[in-house]
């Protein structure tokens, strides 16, 4: 297989925990594509389901519902861009922060994780019909 | 996640297979919690999970911290390459017990 150096692929999801084995199986099949090492490939998909994970958690807060999310992985000249866009509560930025890490308790640590594997973490008003826009950026040396 | 407990003496052992995250921790809940409150040592045999997120090392931690306040322990064994990576991003290597 050639590894791709450019790639550009969006899926849909159910917000749901049920929906985070997906949205794993989505993104290694994207970065399969990609010439980077396992290990990193390993830390992109915790960070892409982290994420995933609290637009269930924050933005839904655990609620059924039928709505989707968005997901759309962009790699281009080793600029890797996640895109995260959902219907839920918005974001209110002041209160996305991680437990300081020596407070051991459970919970707290998605935030963590994901600013640990990525390089930068930006959150957007979605454009319509999206309420909000999660980018997570990283440069890629392959 | 699949799984399977067998009793060795005092220690109850339970094997975890899959993927740990967010929407089996209430699962793995329900089958460690009651071991540690049955006062019993519990070995987590972590060989066969193959992913785990930050909800995952939430039980972790729970399933740690009920244990010292009954003075027992969870033990971590066979921590696959995968878990103890996270374990280590979420600097937890020195607090939880890892035989």
């Known amino acids: 297989m050639v590894a791709l150096r450019q790639i550009s692929e969006q899926r849909d999801f159910v917000v749901s925990s049920a929906s985070l084995k997906d949205v794993r199986s989505f993104s290694r099949e994207v970065f399969e594509k990609v010439n980077i090492d396992q290990d990193l490939k390993d830390e992109l998909v915790l960070a892409i389901a982290e994420a995933a994970q609290n637009i269930v958690k924050h933005a839904y807060q655990g609620e059924d519902t039928e709505d989707k999310m968005e997901i759309k992985i962009s790699l281009n000249n080793g600029e890797l861009e996640i895109g995260f866009f959902d219907k839920g509560r918005p974001v209110d930025k002041e209160n996305v922060r991680h437990r300081k890490i020596d407070d051991v308790k459970p919970g707290g640590l998605g935030t963590f994780f994901i600013q640990q594997i990525m390089d930068a973490v930006v959150f957007k008003e979605g454009e319509k019909p999206w309420i909000n826009h999660l980018i997570l950026t990283k440069k890629i040396n392959y | ?87 280590m991003m979420a600097k937890l290597e020195q607090i939880l017990n890892l035989g």
């Not at chain 2, 009651?34 to 972790?60: F, R, T, W």
Request: net charge negative; charged share 30%; glycine share 4%.
């Open chain 2, 1 to 87: 996640m699949s799984y399977k407990v067998t009793e060795e003496g005092d220690v109850s052992i339970v094997h975890l297979d899959g993927e740990i995250d967010m929407d089996v921790t209430e699962k793995a809940k329900e089958i460690i919690m009651p071991l540690i409150e049955a006062k019993k040592e519990v070995h987590l045999n972590l060989k066969e999970v193959q992913y785990m997120d930050s909800s995952g090392i939430s039980v972790l931690i729970e399933s740690h911290q009920k244990a010292n306040e009954l003075g027992k322990k969870v033990i971590l064994k066979d921590i696959s390459k995968s878990v103890l990576k996270v374990i």
